[in-house]
């Protein structure tokens, strides 16, 4: 009977990203979670792979308010540079 929800380690793998963004099926995440009942590795790799993406949202969040942007004086100095070079 649980045959049909039995999927491989790169299945998980595979699966534990797509539901990560939400493109995993009702079916698929079914299977995930079934795999990660049984799999003790592919448990802490879905675990790390959550801290990973949370870690990374809060860094974009960082990157969105602080801007980084040249002066004038900096963007001429850059554009001669450039021009020099050939």
């Not at 999927?7 to 099926?25: F, L, N």
């Not at 448990?43 to 960082?62: C, E, R, S, V």
């Not at 308010?65 to 040249?70: N, P």
């Amino acid at each position: 009977m649980f045959k049909i929800f039995k999927i491989s380690c790169d299945e998980a793998t595979t699966i534990c990203d797509k539901a990560q963004y939400g493109e995993a099926s009702l079916m698929e995440r079914f299977k995930l979670n079934w795999h990660i009942i049984t799999c003790k590795i592919c448990k802490l790799y879905a675990k790390q792979n959550a801290l990973l993406t949370t870690i990374y949202k809060d860094h974009a969040k960082g990157c969105k308010i602080k801007r980084s942007v040249l002066s004038e004086e900096d963007k001429l100095a850059l554009k001669r540079q450039l021009e020099n070079i050939d």
